[in-house]
Protein backbone atom coordinates (compact mmCIF):
# COMPACT_ATOMS: atom_id res chain seq x y z
CA UNK A 1 0.00 0.00 0.00
CA UNK A 2 1.55 3.68 -1.04
CA UNK A 3 0.76 7.01 0.84
CA UNK A 4 -1.66 9.03 -0.72
CA UNK A 5 1.47 11.57 -1.52
CA UNK A 6 2.61 8.77 -4.02
CA UNK A 7 -0.71 8.79 -5.50
CA UNK A 8 -0.47 10.57 -9.25
CA UNK A 9 -2.79 13.05 -10.00
CA UNK A 10 -6.49 11.78 -11.13
CA UNK A 11 -6.14 8.74 -8.59
CA UNK A 12 -4.76 7.35 -12.26
CA UNK A 13 -2.59 4.29 -11.83
CA UNK A 14 0.35 3.86 -14.14
CA UNK A 15 1.17 -0.04 -13.58
CA UNK A 16 -0.87 -1.87 -15.95
CA UNK A 17 -2.24 -5.35 -14.27
CA UNK A 18 -1.13 -4.32 -10.97
CA UNK A 19 -3.98 -6.64 -9.27
CA UNK A 20 -1.48 -9.67 -9.64
CA UNK A 21 -0.13 -8.40 -7.10
CA UNK A 22 -3.13 -9.48 -4.57
CA UNK A 23 -2.80 -13.12 -4.53
CA UNK A 24 -6.35 -13.76 -4.63
CA UNK A 25 -6.25 -17.76 -3.77
CA UNK A 26 -6.39 -16.93 -0.42
CA UNK A 27 -10.24 -16.86 -0.50
CA UNK A 28 -10.41 -20.55 -1.19
CA UNK A 29 -12.59 -21.24 1.10
CA UNK A 30 -13.30 -25.51 1.35
CA UNK A 31 -12.60 -26.13 -1.87
CA UNK A 32 -9.37 -26.87 -4.36
CA UNK A 33 -9.86 -28.05 -7.94
CA UNK A 34 -7.43 -30.93 -9.00
CA UNK A 35 -6.35 -31.19 -12.64
CA UNK A 36 -6.37 -35.33 -13.99
CA UNK A 37 -3.99 -35.33 -16.94
CA UNK A 38 -4.83 -38.52 -18.27
CA UNK A 39 -8.80 -37.36 -18.35
CA UNK A 40 -8.19 -34.15 -19.78
CA UNK A 41 -8.96 -33.76 -23.44
CA UNK A 42 -6.92 -30.49 -23.99
CA UNK A 43 -10.25 -28.47 -25.36
CA UNK A 44 -9.17 -25.83 -22.37
CA UNK A 45 -12.83 -24.82 -22.00
CA UNK A 46 -11.40 -24.59 -18.51
CA UNK A 47 -9.00 -21.36 -19.01
CA UNK A 48 -11.56 -19.28 -21.05
CA UNK A 49 -14.16 -19.60 -18.52
CA UNK A 50 -12.35 -19.37 -15.36
CA UNK A 51 -13.04 -16.02 -13.87
CA UNK A 52 -10.01 -15.30 -12.55
CA UNK A 53 -7.30 -16.61 -15.21
CA UNK A 54 -6.14 -19.77 -12.67
CA UNK A 55 -5.77 -22.45 -15.64
CA UNK A 56 -2.38 -22.07 -16.86
CA UNK A 57 -1.62 -22.83 -20.82
CA UNK A 58 1.45 -22.56 -22.32
CA UNK A 59 2.07 -22.76 -26.02
CA UNK A 60 -1.68 -23.83 -26.88
CA UNK A 61 -1.38 -26.65 -24.08
CA UNK A 62 -3.12 -27.18 -20.77
CA UNK A 63 -0.90 -26.75 -17.78
CA UNK A 64 -1.88 -27.21 -14.12
CA UNK A 65 -3.76 -24.64 -11.96
CA UNK A 66 -2.51 -21.36 -10.53
CA UNK A 67 -3.22 -21.76 -6.99
CA UNK A 68 -1.88 -18.47 -6.52
CA UNK A 69 -5.32 -17.16 -7.82
CA UNK A 70 -8.24 -19.57 -8.14
CA UNK A 71 -10.63 -18.79 -6.08
CA UNK A 72 -12.19 -22.20 -5.57
CA UNK A 73 -15.71 -21.91 -7.36
CA UNK A 74 -15.66 -25.26 -9.08
CA UNK A 75 -17.05 -23.49 -12.61
CA UNK A 76 -14.27 -25.01 -14.10
CA UNK A 77 -14.96 -28.77 -12.80
CA UNK A 78 -18.51 -28.44 -13.37
CA UNK A 79 -18.07 -27.27 -16.92
CA UNK A 80 -14.88 -30.17 -18.29
CA UNK A 81 -16.23 -32.25 -20.82
CA UNK A 82 -13.20 -34.92 -19.49
CA UNK A 83 -12.62 -38.09 -21.33
CA UNK A 84 -15.42 -40.89 -22.05
CA UNK A 85 -17.37 -39.14 -18.64
CA UNK A 86 -14.28 -39.04 -16.68
CA UNK A 87 -14.42 -35.05 -15.67
CA UNK A 88 -10.59 -34.09 -15.65
CA UNK A 89 -11.31 -31.75 -12.55
CA UNK A 90 -12.24 -32.32 -9.30
CA UNK A 91 -13.29 -30.63 -6.10
CA UNK A 92 -11.63 -31.40 -3.53
CA UNK A 93 -11.22 -30.49 0.41
CA UNK A 94 -8.97 -27.67 0.97
CA UNK A 95 -6.59 -27.90 3.38
CA UNK A 96 -4.48 -25.37 5.04
CA UNK B 1 -3.19 -11.27 -39.79
CA UNK B 2 -6.71 -11.87 -38.24
CA UNK B 3 -5.93 -14.49 -35.45
CA UNK B 4 -8.72 -17.18 -35.73
CA UNK B 5 -11.63 -17.80 -32.92
CA UNK B 6 -10.43 -21.03 -31.77
CA UNK B 7 -8.62 -21.24 -28.17
CA UNK B 8 -5.67 -22.86 -29.11
CA UNK B 9 -4.96 -19.66 -30.93
CA UNK B 10 -6.50 -17.39 -28.29
CA UNK B 11 -4.88 -19.13 -25.49
CA UNK B 12 -1.67 -17.80 -27.07
CA UNK B 13 -2.72 -14.03 -27.03
CA UNK B 14 -2.33 -11.71 -23.74
CA UNK B 15 -5.12 -11.35 -21.32
CA UNK B 16 -5.66 -7.84 -20.90
CA UNK B 17 -7.79 -8.41 -17.77
CA UNK B 18 -5.67 -10.37 -14.99
CA UNK B 19 -6.17 -12.17 -12.05
CA UNK B 20 -6.47 -10.48 -8.87
CA UNK B 21 -9.33 -8.80 -9.08
CA UNK B 22 -11.59 -8.54 -6.35
CA UNK B 23 -15.44 -10.02 -8.31
CA UNK B 24 -16.99 -12.92 -6.31
CA UNK B 25 -15.91 -16.74 -7.12
CA UNK B 26 -17.61 -17.84 -9.70
CA UNK B 27 -18.47 -14.63 -10.52
CA UNK B 28 -19.15 -14.34 -14.83
CA UNK B 29 -18.37 -10.66 -15.11
CA UNK B 30 -14.18 -11.17 -15.60
CA UNK B 31 -15.35 -14.37 -17.84
CA UNK B 32 -17.59 -12.06 -20.54
CA UNK B 33 -14.87 -9.48 -19.92
CA UNK B 34 -11.94 -11.88 -20.81
CA UNK B 35 -14.57 -13.25 -24.09
CA UNK B 36 -14.72 -9.47 -24.96
CA UNK B 37 -11.01 -8.80 -24.99
CA UNK B 38 -9.68 -12.09 -26.80
CA UNK B 39 -12.36 -10.98 -29.51
CA UNK B 40 -10.61 -8.13 -29.90
CA UNK B 41 -6.87 -9.28 -29.71
CA UNK B 42 -6.05 -7.90 -32.74
CA UNK B 43 -6.31 -3.92 -31.50
CA UNK B 44 -5.34 -1.85 -29.21
CA UNK B 45 -8.67 -0.79 -27.41
CA UNK B 46 -10.07 1.43 -24.73
CA UNK B 47 -12.27 0.96 -22.07
CA UNK B 48 -14.57 2.85 -20.55
CA UNK B 49 -16.65 1.49 -17.56
CA UNK B 50 -19.22 2.99 -15.22
CA UNK B 51 -19.05 2.46 -11.47
CA UNK B 52 -20.39 -1.06 -10.32
CA UNK B 53 -19.32 -4.40 -9.49
CA UNK B 54 -16.92 -4.75 -12.11
CA UNK B 55 -15.48 -1.43 -12.13
CA UNK B 56 -15.08 -1.29 -8.15
CA UNK B 57 -13.56 -4.44 -7.96
CA UNK B 58 -11.24 -4.34 -10.67
CA UNK B 59 -9.67 -0.83 -9.95
CA UNK B 60 -9.46 -1.27 -5.82
CA UNK B 61 -6.80 1.63 -4.45
CA UNK B 62 -3.87 1.59 -6.91
CA UNK B 63 -4.26 -2.03 -8.14
CA UNK B 64 -5.74 -2.49 -11.42
CA UNK B 65 -6.65 -5.37 -13.39
CA UNK B 66 -6.77 -3.92 -16.59
CA UNK B 67 -3.94 -4.22 -19.12
CA UNK B 68 -5.43 -1.57 -21.46
CA UNK B 69 -6.23 1.73 -21.22
CA UNK B 70 -9.50 2.40 -18.72
CA UNK B 71 -11.11 5.24 -17.13
CA UNK B 72 -14.07 4.56 -14.62
CA UNK B 73 -16.73 7.07 -15.18
CA UNK B 74 -19.19 8.13 -12.99
CA UNK B 75 -22.83 5.47 -12.68
CA UNK B 76 -24.33 7.60 -15.50
CA UNK B 77 -22.12 8.73 -18.18
CA UNK B 78 -19.34 5.86 -19.38
CA UNK B 79 -21.09 6.25 -23.11
CA UNK B 80 -20.80 10.39 -22.59
CA UNK B 81 -17.41 9.82 -21.42
CA UNK B 82 -15.99 7.33 -23.74
CA UNK B 83 -17.80 9.61 -27.18
CA UNK B 84 -15.28 12.20 -25.87
CA UNK B 85 -12.68 10.28 -25.81
CA UNK B 86 -13.52 9.04 -29.36
CA UNK B 87 -14.22 12.53 -30.36
CA UNK B 88 -10.24 13.53 -29.28
CA UNK B 89 -8.57 10.31 -31.01
CA UNK B 90 -10.72 11.23 -34.29
CA UNK B 91 -8.90 14.72 -33.58
CA UNK B 92 -5.59 13.81 -33.05
CA UNK B 93 -5.95 11.30 -35.92
CA UNK B 94 -6.76 13.96 -38.38
CA UNK B 95 -4.04 16.42 -37.02
CA UNK B 96 -1.58 13.06 -37.61
CA UNK B 97 -0.58 12.84 -34.48
CA UNK B 98 -1.74 9.64 -33.81
CA UNK B 99 -2.28 6.53 -36.83
CA UNK B 100 -2.80 3.57 -34.86
CA UNK B 101 -6.39 1.69 -35.52
CA UNK B 102 -7.47 1.63 -31.74
CA UNK B 103 -11.01 0.28 -30.82
CA UNK B 104 -13.21 2.47 -28.26
CA UNK B 105 -15.37 -0.34 -26.19
CA UNK B 106 -17.42 0.31 -23.21
CA UNK B 107 -18.62 -1.93 -20.50
CA UNK B 108 -20.86 -1.24 -17.95
CA UNK B 109 -23.68 -3.22 -15.41
CA UNK B 110 -27.45 -2.95 -16.29
CA UNK B 111 -28.31 -0.32 -13.57
CA UNK B 112 -25.78 1.89 -15.38
CA UNK B 113 -27.13 0.84 -19.03
CA UNK B 114 -30.88 0.38 -18.93
CA UNK B 115 -31.72 2.90 -16.04
CA UNK B 116 -29.38 6.08 -15.06
CA UNK B 117 -27.14 5.66 -17.91
CA UNK B 118 -29.88 5.10 -21.03
CA UNK B 119 -29.87 9.01 -21.62
CA UNK B 120 -26.18 9.10 -22.10
CA UNK B 121 -25.88 6.22 -23.82
CA UNK B 122 -29.07 6.63 -26.13
CA UNK B 123 -27.21 10.73 -26.62
CA UNK B 124 -23.91 8.78 -27.91
CA UNK B 125 -25.64 6.48 -30.25
CA UNK B 126 -27.62 9.50 -31.90
CA UNK B 127 -24.25 11.22 -32.38
CA UNK B 128 -22.88 8.01 -34.14
CA UNK B 129 -19.56 8.21 -32.08
CA UNK B 130 -17.55 5.13 -33.10
CA UNK B 131 -17.84 2.83 -30.43
CA UNK B 132 -19.17 -0.77 -29.32
CA UNK B 133 -20.75 -0.46 -26.05
CA UNK B 134 -21.63 -3.24 -23.72
CA UNK B 135 -23.96 -4.43 -21.18
CA UNK B 136 -22.35 -7.17 -18.97
CA UNK B 137 -25.96 -7.34 -17.41
CA UNK B 138 -26.80 -9.54 -14.16
CA UNK B 139 -30.27 -8.15 -13.67
CA UNK B 140 -29.90 -5.60 -11.02
CA UNK B 141 -27.83 -3.20 -9.04
CA UNK B 142 -25.50 -6.00 -7.55
CA UNK B 143 -22.64 -3.68 -6.44
CA UNK B 144 -24.29 -1.75 -4.06
CA UNK B 145 -26.87 -5.07 -2.39
CA UNK B 146 -29.28 -6.47 -5.39
CA UNK B 147 -31.26 -3.71 -5.57
CA UNK B 148 -33.95 -4.57 -9.12
CA UNK B 149 -33.09 -2.71 -12.34
CA UNK B 150 -34.64 -2.14 -15.62
CA UNK B 151 -33.50 -4.86 -16.27
CA UNK B 152 -34.65 -7.94 -13.31
CA UNK B 153 -36.70 -10.12 -14.81
CA UNK B 154 -40.56 -10.56 -13.41
CA UNK B 155 -41.03 -12.27 -9.96
CA UNK B 156 -37.14 -12.08 -8.99
CA UNK B 157 -36.57 -11.11 -5.78
CA UNK B 158 -33.97 -8.25 -5.14
CA UNK B 159 -33.92 -6.17 -1.90
CA UNK B 160 -35.89 -3.64 -3.24
CA UNK B 161 -38.96 -5.65 -4.49
CA UNK B 162 -38.44 -8.51 -1.58
CA UNK B 163 -40.64 -11.67 -2.62
CA UNK B 164 -43.24 -11.93 0.71
CA UNK B 165 -46.88 -11.89 0.99
CA UNK B 166 -47.39 -8.35 -0.23
CA UNK B 167 -45.40 -8.96 -3.57
CA UNK B 168 -44.18 -12.27 -5.40
CA UNK B 169 -40.85 -10.19 -6.62
CA UNK B 170 -40.44 -7.77 -8.92
CA UNK B 171 -44.35 -6.64 -10.36
CA UNK B 172 -43.38 -5.37 -13.75
CA UNK B 173 -41.76 -6.82 -16.85
CA UNK B 174 -38.31 -5.85 -17.72
CA UNK B 175 -37.60 -3.72 -19.97
CA UNK B 176 -36.13 -4.31 -23.64
CA UNK B 177 -33.18 -2.74 -23.96
CA UNK B 178 -32.08 -4.65 -26.91
CA UNK B 179 -35.11 -3.40 -28.69
CA UNK B 180 -34.44 0.05 -27.65
CA UNK B 181 -31.19 0.50 -29.20
CA UNK B 182 -32.37 -1.45 -31.95
CA UNK B 183 -34.66 1.48 -32.46
CA UNK B 184 -31.64 3.61 -32.44
CA UNK B 185 -31.28 2.86 -36.17
CA UNK B 186 -27.24 2.17 -35.74
CA UNK B 187 -26.00 -0.78 -37.46
CA UNK B 188 -25.41 -3.44 -35.44
CA UNK B 189 -27.32 -4.54 -31.98
CA UNK B 190 -26.78 -7.99 -30.32
CA UNK B 191 -27.52 -10.23 -27.50
CA UNK B 192 -25.03 -12.75 -26.55
CA UNK B 193 -24.15 -14.99 -23.43
CA UNK B 194 -20.77 -16.81 -22.35
CA UNK B 195 -22.00 -20.16 -22.48
CA UNK B 196 -22.41 -19.52 -26.11
CA UNK B 197 -18.59 -18.16 -26.34
CA UNK B 198 -18.19 -18.64 -30.28
CA UNK B 199 -21.47 -16.61 -31.34
CA UNK B 200 -20.55 -13.59 -28.47
CA UNK B 201 -17.07 -13.20 -29.76
CA UNK B 202 -18.21 -13.65 -33.47
CA UNK B 203 -20.67 -10.90 -32.55
CA UNK B 204 -17.85 -8.80 -30.30
CA UNK B 205 -15.54 -8.94 -33.83
CA UNK B 206 -18.68 -8.32 -36.38
CA UNK B 207 -19.19 -5.42 -34.36
CA UNK B 208 -15.94 -3.70 -34.01
CA UNK B 209 -15.48 -4.28 -37.72
CA UNK B 210 -18.61 -1.57 -38.32
CA UNK B 211 -18.45 1.42 -37.86
CA UNK B 212 -20.27 3.79 -36.06
CA UNK B 213 -22.07 2.67 -32.97
CA UNK B 214 -22.74 -0.88 -32.05
CA UNK B 215 -24.81 -2.06 -28.71
CA UNK B 216 -23.89 -5.59 -27.75
CA UNK B 217 -26.51 -6.41 -24.22
CA UNK B 218 -24.27 -10.01 -22.44
CA UNK B 219 -26.33 -12.28 -20.09
CA UNK B 220 -23.95 -12.09 -17.13
CA UNK B 221 -24.77 -14.83 -14.19
CA UNK B 222 -24.18 -13.44 -11.11
CA UNK B 223 -23.89 -16.22 -8.18
CA UNK B 224 -24.32 -13.41 -4.83
CA UNK B 225 -27.06 -11.86 -6.37
CA UNK B 226 -29.48 -14.58 -7.99
CA UNK B 227 -28.82 -16.48 -4.91
CA UNK B 228 -26.83 -19.51 -6.70
CA UNK B 229 -24.43 -21.92 -6.34
CA UNK B 230 -19.91 -20.46 -7.24
CA UNK B 231 -19.97 -22.96 -10.08
CA UNK B 232 -22.56 -22.79 -12.09
CA UNK B 233 -22.46 -19.40 -14.34
CA UNK B 234 -22.05 -20.99 -17.41
CA UNK B 235 -24.48 -23.61 -16.89
CA UNK B 236 -27.50 -20.52 -16.14
CA UNK B 237 -26.21 -18.98 -19.46
CA UNK B 238 -26.71 -22.11 -21.50
CA UNK B 239 -30.10 -22.88 -19.96
CA UNK B 240 -31.10 -19.15 -20.28
CA UNK B 241 -30.65 -19.33 -23.70
CA UNK B 242 -32.05 -22.48 -24.46
CA UNK B 243 -35.39 -21.86 -22.13
CA UNK B 244 -35.86 -18.82 -24.42
CA UNK B 245 -35.51 -16.68 -21.29
CA UNK B 246 -32.31 -14.85 -23.33
CA UNK B 247 -32.73 -15.05 -27.10
CA UNK B 248 -29.22 -15.10 -29.02
CA UNK B 249 -29.76 -12.48 -32.20
CA UNK B 250 -28.49 -9.69 -33.47
CA UNK B 251 -29.92 -6.51 -35.70
CA UNK B 252 -27.77 -6.06 -38.10
CA UNK B 253 -28.59 -2.51 -40.68
CA UNK B 254 -32.14 -3.53 -39.23
CA UNK B 255 -32.11 -6.96 -40.34
CA UNK B 256 -32.95 -9.30 -37.29
CA UNK B 257 -31.17 -12.65 -37.48
CA UNK B 258 -31.64 -15.15 -34.37
CA UNK B 259 -28.54 -16.74 -34.14
CA UNK B 260 -29.49 -19.62 -32.08
CA UNK B 261 -32.42 -21.90 -32.04
CA UNK B 262 -32.47 -24.40 -29.41
CA UNK B 263 -33.48 -27.78 -31.17
CA UNK B 264 -35.80 -28.35 -27.61
CA UNK B 265 -37.10 -25.54 -25.93
CA UNK B 266 -36.83 -26.06 -22.57
CA UNK B 267 -39.29 -25.81 -19.96
CA UNK B 268 -38.45 -22.00 -17.74
CA UNK B 269 -38.77 -24.16 -14.77
CA UNK B 270 -35.52 -25.69 -15.34
CA UNK B 271 -33.66 -22.15 -15.13
CA UNK B 272 -35.41 -20.74 -12.49
CA UNK B 273 -35.26 -23.77 -9.62
CA UNK B 274 -31.81 -23.50 -9.32
CA UNK B 275 -31.96 -19.85 -8.24
CA UNK B 276 -32.79 -18.33 -4.67
CA UNK B 277 -34.29 -15.32 -6.46
CA UNK B 278 -37.09 -17.78 -8.04
CA UNK B 279 -37.43 -19.42 -4.52
CA UNK B 280 -40.72 -18.30 -3.52
CA UNK B 281 -42.20 -19.29 -6.90
CA UNK B 282 -41.79 -22.81 -6.16
CA UNK B 283 -44.27 -23.05 -3.34
CA UNK B 284 -47.38 -24.05 -3.33
CA UNK B 285 -50.46 -21.81 -4.98
CA UNK B 286 -48.03 -19.93 -6.81
CA UNK B 287 -47.99 -22.23 -10.24
CA UNK B 288 -49.53 -19.73 -11.80
CA UNK B 289 -46.98 -17.13 -11.39
CA UNK B 290 -44.87 -20.00 -13.49
CA UNK B 291 -47.09 -20.11 -16.09
CA UNK B 292 -47.74 -16.79 -16.56
CA UNK B 293 -43.38 -16.33 -17.17
CA UNK B 294 -43.43 -18.92 -19.29
CA UNK B 295 -46.44 -17.07 -21.48
CA UNK B 296 -44.01 -14.07 -21.37
CA UNK B 297 -41.43 -15.84 -22.51
CA UNK B 298 -43.47 -17.53 -25.20
CA UNK B 299 -44.65 -14.49 -26.54
CA UNK B 300 -41.56 -13.08 -26.86
CA UNK B 301 -39.75 -15.87 -28.32
CA UNK B 302 -42.62 -15.83 -31.23
CA UNK B 303 -42.33 -12.43 -31.91
CA UNK B 304 -38.59 -12.70 -32.46
CA UNK B 305 -39.21 -15.63 -34.98
CA UNK B 306 -42.02 -13.89 -36.55
CA UNK B 307 -39.36 -10.82 -37.00
CA UNK B 308 -37.05 -12.63 -38.51
CA UNK B 309 -39.31 -13.76 -40.97
CA UNK B 310 -40.22 -10.70 -42.26
CA UNK B 311 -36.76 -10.03 -42.94
CA UNK B 312 -36.14 -13.33 -44.51
CA UNK B 313 -38.96 -12.81 -46.79
CA UNK B 314 -37.73 -9.74 -47.86
CA UNK B 315 -34.49 -10.85 -48.70
CA UNK B 316 -36.15 -13.70 -50.52
CA UNK B 317 -38.34 -10.56 -52.38
CA UNK B 318 -34.99 -8.95 -52.99
CA UNK B 319 -33.45 -11.92 -54.63
CA UNK B 320 -36.50 -12.57 -56.97
CA UNK B 321 -36.34 -9.18 -58.40
CA UNK B 322 -32.66 -9.30 -58.53
CA UNK B 323 -33.42 -12.65 -61.23
C1 LIG C 1 -25.17 8.62 -9.26
C2 LIG C 1 -24.91 7.40 -8.47
N1 LIG C 1 -25.93 6.80 -7.80
C3 LIG C 1 -25.69 5.68 -7.09
C4 LIG C 1 -24.44 5.15 -7.01
C5 LIG C 1 -24.20 3.92 -6.20
N2 LIG C 1 -23.94 2.74 -7.01
C6 LIG C 1 -22.70 2.32 -7.30
S1 LIG C 1 -22.64 0.93 -8.20
C7 LIG C 1 -24.34 0.83 -8.20
C8 LIG C 1 -25.04 -0.32 -8.86
C9 LIG C 1 -24.48 -0.72 -10.16
O1 LIG C 1 -25.37 -1.59 -10.80
P1 LIG C 1 -25.05 -2.15 -12.24
O2 LIG C 1 -24.76 -1.03 -13.17
O3 LIG C 1 -26.14 -3.07 -12.64
O4 LIG C 1 -23.69 -2.96 -12.04
P2 LIG C 1 -23.46 -4.26 -11.11
O5 LIG C 1 -22.90 -3.77 -9.82
O6 LIG C 1 -24.77 -4.95 -10.97
O7 LIG C 1 -22.49 -5.10 -11.86
C10 LIG C 1 -24.91 1.91 -7.51
C11 LIG C 1 -26.34 2.10 -7.29
C12 LIG C 1 -23.39 5.80 -7.71
N3 LIG C 1 -22.14 5.33 -7.72
N4 LIG C 1 -23.65 6.92 -8.42
S1 LIG D 1 -11.97 -28.38 -19.46
FE1 LIG D 1 -11.24 -30.37 -18.74
S2 LIG D 1 -10.77 -31.51 -20.61
FE2 LIG D 1 -10.91 -29.36 -21.19
S3 LIG D 1 -8.79 -28.60 -21.04
FE3 LIG D 1 -9.79 -28.19 -19.07
S4 LIG D 1 -9.24 -29.96 -17.82
FE4 LIG D 1 -8.88 -30.54 -19.93
S1 LIG E 1 -12.14 -23.29 -9.27
FE1 LIG E 1 -12.84 -21.37 -10.22
S2 LIG E 1 -11.14 -19.95 -9.90
FE2 LIG E 1 -10.33 -22.02 -9.55
S3 LIG E 1 -9.51 -22.61 -11.55
FE3 LIG E 1 -11.60 -23.40 -11.45
S4 LIG E 1 -12.83 -21.79 -12.44
FE4 LIG E 1 -10.85 -20.88 -11.91
S1 LIG F 1 -22.14 -9.52 -6.63
FE1 LIG F 1 -22.51 -10.68 -8.51
S2 LIG F 1 -21.78 -9.37 -10.20
FE2 LIG F 1 -20.94 -8.58 -8.28
S3 LIG F 1 -18.91 -9.55 -8.12
FE3 LIG F 1 -20.35 -10.83 -6.96
S4 LIG F 1 -21.06 -12.38 -8.43
FE4 LIG F 1 -20.11 -10.72 -9.62
MG1 LIG G 1 -26.15 -5.16 -12.56
Known sequence: ?96 | MVTPLNLKELSKKELRFTAGHRLCAGCAAPTVVKMILLAACDYPVVVASSTGCLEVSSCISTYTAWKVPWIHSAFENAAATLSGVESMYKALKKQGKIDKEIKFIAICGDGGTYDIGLQSLSGAMERWHDMLYVCYNNEAYMNTGIQRSGATPTYADTTTCPAGSVIPGKPQPRKDLTKIMAAHGIPYVAQAAPSHWPDLMKKVRKALEIPGPKFMNIFTPCNRGWRTRTDDAILLSRLAVDTCFWPLYEVEKGVVRVTYKPKEKKPIEEFLKLQGRFRHLFEPGREQLISELQRMIDENWERLLKEEEIFASKEEEKEEVVK
Open chain 1, 1 to 96: MIGWKQIPPGMVILEAGSALKIKTGSWRAAYKPRWIEENCIQCLLCWLYCPDNAVKVEDGKRQDFDYEYCKGCGLCALECPGKKGNKAIVMEEEVR
